[in-house]
Structure formats: structure tokens, C-alpha cells
């Protein structure tokens, strides 16, 4: 009997305790002006080791590289969804849910895929000559295609400088070649030098992948090598297969034929004139790969809503891709492109989420499908708006926030106020070192950001600079600085909130 007053008067003590400290913590936030709430929110919710769990998780190989369309997408898509929920973010997607969806046929490339080259040993007469096998490391030798055919082929390699056909301009990497049943090697880009905006708009398609890979198969091609950083942002065509390959490999092709890679590509640019010709080595590609034309994009999107009741009809987004490269046939985590843009995006979701204030706009948070793919998702969400584009105050896009020291920002040159925030918001809580360029986005869009600022939105395309690997193993999470991550984040929250607020 005693024992139990005792234990009732020690648990009465404990309640009436946890009582006093809420209490004197709301008295705080009471006190505290709007800005020590925001900071208060922001200290507990972004910090360098929370950002760097998340990257860890995205970055798992179960979820096979993030190829929009594929099953390990659809885990990462989960991942952030439930975030979204468990922070009490607005679902702003179809339907009430937090996805927006859209068609999005994808290409799955699986092990046993492999790319070597044959080089002749020629005997006494010619049906003498021994073909000798040379195989390349992966990653450093070669990546499978992102978008490739199913197929095993080998055939002669024809060297096509840029893989461009453009009668308008009078170049033709294909005149004067037979590339019927061949495997072409190509490069990206152009043979165009001038950053004239003119010239630039003039050579744009010829630019685009999707331009070369199709131009390669009208002219009965069969197969493709590409010196380029490898992705699934290519059009599919049914048996033609194709890899990507590095300077290694093209270094190779060149032996023995009179000619050296960088003299050759030189010499284009200089005369303006194709060098195309048969290198008289073969490629073996072989391409384990199954087509989904029925798979599925996925935005996601939740939204922090205004606390002001007329200005709350405005937005702020932030957006990110969450998709990688899929397996090639091996992972590539994405470390820093672009899993901490999408940790940067969760920690000021959770800061904001949680913040005692609320900004007066409503900030939407968008996680965007399909970046590697071409752009899909962000081209999909400027076709298919979920917010009024007039009431969209900016757009805070990030790209590979998570390595180097330094900050960098673009903004579309018809909006030349807006860098004055993310200024700002430097030299007022980051002090890093920021640089910021006005842009007119006439090249081949490289991101997102371009995407909305080509459909007129007001945006802030921001990056980390000074570091990082690209499109290659390496961009793994022991390439990803935590301190820059954690300062982008920051970065970005108040860029957000600065913008939101005014
Ligand atoms: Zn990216």
C-alpha cells in the first residue's frame, strides 16, 4: 500500500515535470522572433550527418542505379514518398497521392553485356589474317547504352567524327563512306567552335544524342560506338545496339592507321571537313537487355503551404532529380548526381515542415523523374503544370550539390533580380565562396532548371562546384563532402524562404 503512494506521487512528479518543460519550450518559441525560428528549425533538421544518411540511402545498390521506369526507381520513389508523408507534407500529385505519373518506356541492361575490339594480324594472304580479342576494363574502357538494343553483333568499325548529317550547313560525317552493317564511332557535340548564339542555335539538333544514335541507323548502321559520358537519354531502336566507350578504346581504333585521334578531331574543327574512314578493326558488342515500352515516370511532389492566406496562392518550388543511369550493366550509386540534391531537398522539407513559422508562399517540393533520360520529368511537369506558372514567384532547382567547396547559381537573363537572393542568403548565413551567371540556355539543356527557364519560369539552377566525379563509379558516397552538402542545404533553405517570405 505505501509502495504504491510512493510510486504515485514519484509518477505525479514526472508528469507534472513533463508539463513544465514543454511549456518553457513553447515560452521560447514564443519569444523568438520569425528568423530564430527558422534557424531553430534548420539546426535541428539539416544537418551534415542526416544529409549524408540520405545519400547513403539512395545510393544503395538495391536500388540498381535509379533508371526511370525500373523497379529500383520505384524503391527510391518510395523512399522519398514516405518522407513526405511522415513529415506532414500536402500530397500536390494526381489524384490526391503525391505522384505525378507518365508514360516513360525504359531499357534495362543486365550483366553478360560486354565490348571488345578485334584487331587484325594479317598473315601471307588475306584469308590468313587471325583476329586478336582485346577487352577493356568497365567504367574505364566502356559502359553498355543506356537505351540499347538486345543483340550480339560484331562487325568492321567506320570512324564518323561526329556522327553529323547536316546538308543546311554543308557537313556530312557520312558522305563518302559505306556504313551498311558496320559499327560507327562517334562523338557528342559538334564540329562547331563558335559560343555564338546564332551558331549555336543553328548546329542545336545536330547536338542532341537522340539526333546521331537515329542518324547512325538511317544509314544502316548496325551497331555504335560513343565517346561520351554514358545515360539513358538516347532513342531506342529495336537490335541496334551500342555502347560507350573512352579515349582509351578510340586511342586503340586509331593504331596502325596512319592517323592519331587528337590529330584527327583537330583537324576537323580547324577545315570544317569530315575524316571519316574505315579503320579496318571490329567491334564484338553484345547487349543483354530487355525494352519496358509500357513503364511509368514519377514526379513527386508535397508542398509546405503559405501562412498567408492571399500570398499562399503563390510558389516557391524546389526540385530535384531523384534518377540515375540504371545498371550499365553495373551500378553507379549517383552519389552527389544527384542523391544529395535530393538529401538537400529532404532536409529543407523536414526544416520547413517543422519550422514553428511558416513561409507567407507556399513552398512546393518537386522530385523529378527522368532527368538522365532526356529531361522527361521536368519536361513533363512544364508541359503538365500542378501550380498556376504565373504564380510561381521561382524555381530552385539542384544539381550534384554534394562535392567541392564552392557554391554556384544560373538564372535566366530575362529575370536579373533573382541571384540578389541566393546573394543574400550567402553572405548572411553560408559564407562560402558563391559564383552566379546569367544564362540564355541556347546549348543542349543540361539540366532541369534549363528546362524551366526555357518555359519561362523565373529559376535558380544551383550546384556545389570544385569537385565530384561524373556519370562513373566514382560518384559514390566517399566522393560526397558533407560540409558542402550540409552549407548548399542551408543554402537553399533560406534562399527558399527569403524568396517566400517577401
Ligand atoms: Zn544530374
Request: charged share 20%.
Amino acid at each position: 500500500m505505501k509502495t504504491k503512494t510512493i510510486l504515485i506521487s514519484a509518477m505525479a512528479l514526472l508528469l507534472a515535470a513533463a508539463s513544465i518543460a514543454p511549456a518553457s519550450a513553447q515560452r521560447r518559441q514564443m519569444q523568438m522572433t520569425d528568423e530564430q525560428k527558422y534557424l531553430d528549425a534548420m539546426h535541428r533538421n539539416i544537418t551534415s550527418d542526416k544529409l549524408f544518411g540520405y545519400v547513403e540511402q539512395l545510393s544503395d545498390s538495391t536500388l540498381e542505379g535509379r533508371l526511370a521506369g525500373s523497379p529500383g526507381m520505384a524503391k527510391a520513389v518510395n523512399i522519398v514518398e514516405n518522407y513526405f508523408k511522415e513529415w506532414g507534407l500536402k500530397p500536390a500529385g494526381d489524384n490526391g497521392s503525391y505522384i505525378q505519373e507518365f508514360p516513360h518506356p525504359c531499357v534495362e541492361v543486365f550483366p553478360g553485356s560486354t565490348m571488345e575490339i578485334l584487331f587484325p594480324v594479317y598473315g601471307q594472304k588475306r584469308k590468313d589474317t587471325v583476329w586478336i580479342s582485346k577487352s577493356y576494363p568497365w567504367a574505364d574502357g566502356w559502359f553498355a547504352g543506356g537505351m540499347t538494343g538486345n543483340g550480339d553483333i560484331t562487325a568492321e568499325i567506320v570512324y564518323a567524327g561526329f556522327g553529323v548529317t547536316a546538308p543546311e550547313l554543308g557537313y556530312d560525317d557520312y558522305a563518302g563512306i559505306d556504313v551498311r552493317g558496320k559499327i560507327v564511332l562517334v562523338e557528342g557535340e559538334t564540329p562547331n567552335t563558335s559560343r555564338n548564339d546564332d551558331t549555336l542555335r543553328m548546329w542545336y539538333d545536330h547536338t542532341l544524342h537522340q539526333t546521331k544514335l537515329n542518324n547512325a541507323v538511317a544509314h544502316g548502321a548496325v551497331g555504335l560506338l560513343y565517346l561520351w559520358v554514358p545515360g539513358p537519354n538516347a532513342p531506342y531502336n529495336e537490335g541496334f545496339v551500342y555502347a560507350h566507350v573512352t579515349d582509351t578504346v578510340v586511342n586503340d581504333i586509331f593504331r596502325g592507321t596512319g592517323r592519331t585521334y587528337a590529330e584527327t578531331v583537330k583537324k576537323i574543327y580547324e577545315t570544317k571537313k569530315p575524316q571519316s574512314f574505315h579503320t579496318g578493326k571490329k567491334a564484338h558488342i553484345r547487349m543483354n537487355a530487355t525494352y519496358n515500352p509500357d513503364a511509368t515516370g514519377k514526379n513527386i511532389v508535397g508542398i509546405v503551404e503559405g501562412s498567408d492566406p492571399v500570398l499562399k496562392n503563390e510558389y516557391v518550388i524546389i526540385s530535384a532529380h531523384l534518377d540515375h543511369l540504371g545498371m550499365i550493366p553495373y551500378h553507379i550509386a549517383g552519389a552527389n548526381d544527384n542523391n544529395a540534391s535530393s538529401a538537400a531537398l529532404l532536409g529543407a522539407a523536414e526544416a520547413l515542415a517543422k519550422s514553428q513559422v511558416k513561409p507567407k508562399r507556399t513552398v512546393v517540393f518537386l522530385s523529378l523523374d527522368g532527368e538522365e533520360a532526356g529531361l522527361t520529368g521536368s519536361t513533363y511537369y512544364t508541359t503538365h503544370p500542378l501550380f498556376p506558372k504565373e504564380k510561381v514567384k521561382a524555381v530552385i532547382n539542384l544539381e550534384q550539390v554534394g562535392a567541392g567547396e564552392m557554391l554556384s547559381a544560373s538564372y535566366p537573363y530575362n529575370f536579373p533580380d533573382l541571384p540578389k537572393y541566393t546573394e543574400q542568403a550567402n553572405d548572411r548565413y553560408i559564407h562560402r565562396i558563391l559564383f552566379q551567371r546569367e544564362s540564355r540556355y541556347v546549348t543542349r539543356p543540361r539540366t532541369d532548371g534549363v528546362v524551366f527557364m526555357k518555359a519561362g519560369y523565373p529559376v535558380l539552377d544551383i550546384r556545389a562546384a570544385g569537385g565530384g566525379y561524373y556519370h562513373h563509379p566514382k560518384d559514390n558516397p566517399s566522393s560526397i563532402n558533407p560540409e558542402i552538402l550540409q552549407s548548399a542545404t542551408e543554402w537553399l533553405y533560406w534562399t527558399a524562404i527569403m524568396i517566400a517570405d517577401e
